[in-house]
């Protein structure tokens, strides 16, 4: 059974940081990309970054410069690490799978997803 496991959410203030981590067990293929997805109140799911196998990425303009995305591919965990974080930051955080060489942040192409982990910024 595949899941995906986040963790590493929390509540900072403006220009704060955090770090999530997204954990995959018994994914079925061995060339996968893994992505960071967020959705805020009354907003659609929008695509954060992405890494795939190869360690090409792919990151929104909205967070490029301040996020850091990366996975250590033998421990199967990928990472997100979050600076400068700002009000507009705030959501739901969620980790996601699909096998393939693509590095995209397109939901649908996803097929497999973890609970979420909150992040919350005020100011």
């Known amino acids: 059974q595949v899941q995906l496991?986040?963790?590493?959410?929390?509540?900072?203030?403006?220009?704060?940081?955090?770090?999530?981590?997204?954990a995959v067990s018994?994914?079925?293929?061995?060339?996968?990309?893994?992505?960071?997805?967020?959705?805020?109140?009354?907003?659609?799911?929008e695509g954060v970054a992405t890494i795939c196998m190869d360690g090409r990425k792919k990151y929104a303009d909205s967070v490029r410069g301040r996020f850091t995305i990366s996975r250590d591919n033998p421990k199967f965990t990928?990472?997100?690490?979050?600076?400068?974080?700002?009000?507009?930051?705030?959501?739901?955080y969620s980790?996601?799978?699909k096998g393939g060489p693509v590095p995209l942040l397109t939901p649908a192409n996803y097929e497999i997803?973890?609970?979420?982990?909150?992040?919350?910024v005020s100011s």
């Open 95 to 97: 980790c996601a799978a």
């Open 113 to 120: 997803w973890g609970q979420g982990t909150q992040v919350t």
């Open 26 to 45: 018994g994914y079925p293929y061995e060339d996968y990309c893994m992505a960071w997805f967020r959705q805020a109140p009354g907003k659609e799911r």
């Open 78 to 92: 990928m990472y997100l690490e979050m600076n400068n974080l700002q009000t507009e930051d705030t959501g739901m």
């Open 5 to 22: 496991a986040e963790s590493g959410g929390g509540s900072v203030q403006t220009g704060g940081s955090l770090r999530l981590s997204c």
